[in-house]
Nanobody, 122 residues
Framework: QVQLVESGGGLVQAGDSLRLSCVVSTRTFSNFAMGWFRQAPGKEREFVAA????????HYLDSVKGRFTISRHNAQNTVDLQMNSLKPEDTAVYFC???????????????WGQGTQVTVSS
């Protein structure tokens, strides 16, 4: 089984930073691409960032490029999302996910965490 647990969410002001972390319980973490998605109330889940199995390739939602950075640490079975210059529109529940490739479609990921709330006040 593969289990994912996110942490690091919270309530911050616009312009602040947060670092989300996802711990993955699996013997073969380095086999997985990892993604971050977010979902605001009443909206569809949207892609935020992804990283391939080695960490050599990353992809980002256009609106977070230059502000967010995804990274992975295979020895610790973790993937992080460093979020800088946060905006109120970043407010959402953030989910980490594991799948075979670093794609943008949530349907392509096989395993999901429960999510962590990020709230950015104006």
């Amino acid at each position: 089984q593969v289990q994912l647990v996110e942490s690091g969410g919270g309530l911050v002001q616009a312009g602040d930073s947060l670092r989300l972390s996802c711990v993955v319980s699996t013997r073969t973490f380095s086999n997985f691409a990892m993604g971050w998605f977010r979902q605001a109330p009443g909206k569809e889940r949207e892609f935020v960032a992804a990283i391939n199995w080695s960490g050599a390739t990353t992809h980002y939602l256009d609106s977070v490029k230059g502000r967010f950075t995804i990274s992975r640490h295979n020895a610790q079975n973790t993937v992080d999302l460093q979020m800088n210059s946060l905006k109120p529109e970043d407010t959402a529940v953030y989910f980490c996910a594991a799948g075979p490739f670093a794609t943008r479609g949530p349907e392509e990921y096989d395993f999901w965490g429960q999510g962590t709330q990020v709230t950015v006040s104006s």
